[in-house]
């Protein structure tokens, strides 16, 4: 098993203060409804691609990129973080978790935090540029201080490139890897999973696609686990990880196709040996999706929950099909899905959920009225509401394929 390379993080502070924000209240099972990053606040043009977990201790850790000049993905890109204290009614001032350059033009973010199964530990890992290199750090006192990041890359030239180092068992380099978005699993065996996708070379040809990579021994070395089966007419990205009541894992997929920015469903794929192989993906015609990222996570142990914006697209990217953000409950392991509800009708995109001590089901999300990622938003729900919630009819419907 391979080490990553130590390297000093600089841009986490020992304290943080709490900026106390107002409460509101909401009729019915939604209890509150905070807009936590807003864009053109605190130096940053834009914030996106949010993640999230809750400690032990009920502290809710919140992680995104803050981007500075322009709404892009690509350009001078921070990884930030807030955290709460009291469940996500209050947060504090954003603190800076890594940068680079300054200024210039390079992207940190995808992060991916896992919190262990007892709470006590979060880990966290993020990604640079395209996925030319891969970080990780922890957490053991919620978030008020970091260790220092380790540090790989699969590409060469790269100046983190290890010719041994793990992320080349994957194949021959250039070997990229993006973390989640979304957070990861810490299995009922121990084994921590953080779900990821990238590039890599075969004989000679360049593949992509989607795969996990774990440690099982606390997150001292990462090892590269299997990879979702390259399948041409499902092609899969961005994903997010569950373990079943079994011990065997589901994995949730963003999907496009050649010509295609998205498909228009989500696909799912299986591990029955701890994630070292997967089933090929198949279509969940259950969860109709644009070209975006979505969530899944377990509510208790009859009930796991699907988060994303749900509107059948198959075709090019439109800004105006990154909305509906729905809310859906199954009962039989994503077989099916009968309970579900609207969060955020209008714009919204990428997302994450987390679970509080007294289970409750918090959702993050990005949301806007002319774009979808105008601010970033937290909503907390009852379970009750949600399981009285019907799928609906009506928003659903595909829309005109584009190119």
């Keep these: 098993m391979l080490k990553l390379m130590r390297k000093k993080s600089g841009g986490v502070v020992a304290t943080i203060g709490l900026l106390l924000v107002l409460s509101v209240s909401a009729a019915g099972g939604v209890d509150f409804r905070k807009d936590v ?43 930030i973080m807030k955290r709460s204290d009291d469940g996500g009614k209050t947060w504090s001032a954003q603190v800076l978790i890594h940068e680079e350059g300054r200024n210039a033009k390079i992207r940190v973010g995808n992060p991916c935090p ?55 068992k994957r194949g021959d380099p250039p070997v990229t890897i993006a973390a989640g978005p979304v957070h990861g699993i810490h299995t009922r065996k121990g084994r921590l999973i953080a779900p990821c996708y990238g590039a890599r070379v075969i004989d000679g040809k360049k593949a992509s696609g989607s795969f996990i990579i774990y440690s099982d021994d606390g997150g001292k070395t990462w090892l590269v686990g299997g990879a979702v089966p390259f399948v041409e007419e499902i092609r899969t990205g961005e994903c997010t990880v569950l373990e079943r009541p079994d011990g065997s894992l589901m994995m949730n997929l963003r999907t496009s196709a050649p010509g295609l920015y998205g498909l ?35 509510l208790n142990a009859k ?49 994450d959920m987390a679970i509080t001590k007294e289970g409750k089901i918090l959702c993050i999300f990005e949301n806007g009225i002319k774009d979808y990622c105008e601010k970033i938003s937290i909503v907390q729900v009852d379970r009750t509401w949600l399981a009285a919630g019907k799928p609906p009819k009506t928003s659903e419907s595909p829309e005109k394929s584009e190119r």
Excluded at 267 to 287: E, F, H, Q, R
């Design 303 to 351: 009930e796991i929950l699907f988060l994303n914006p749900a509107v059948h697209r198959k075709g090019g990217f439109k800004i105006s099909s990154r909305r509906n953000l729905t809310l859906r409950m199954s009962r039989d392991e994503g077989a099916s899905w009968p309970c579900s509800r609207v969060l955020n009708a209008k714009l919204s995109g990428y997302s």
């Design 264 to 298: 228009g469903h989500r696909a799912v794929s299986i591990s029955t040996d701890a994630g070292m192989t997967w089933s090929k993906p198949v279509l969940d015609k259950n969860l109709p999706s644009t070209g975006c990222q979505g969530s899944i996570i377990r």
């Design 114 to 168: 896992i919190v262990e199964r007892d709470g006590k530990t979060v880990h966290l890992l993020f990604t640079r540029g395209t996925g030319d290199c891969l970080f990780y750090t922890k957490s053991v006192d919620d978030g008020k201080t970091w260790s220092k990041l380790a540090a790989t890359s699969g590409v060469p030239g790269k100046k983190e490139y290890d010719p041994a180092s793990f992320l080349l």
């Design 37 to 79: 990053f807003v864009r053109g606040a605190d130096g940053y043009h834009t914030y996106r691609i949010p993640t999230m977990v809750v400690t032990a201790r009920g502290t809710v850790l919140l992680f995104c990129e803050g981007r500075k000049t322009s709404r892009r993905d690509f350009g001078d890109v921070d990884l």
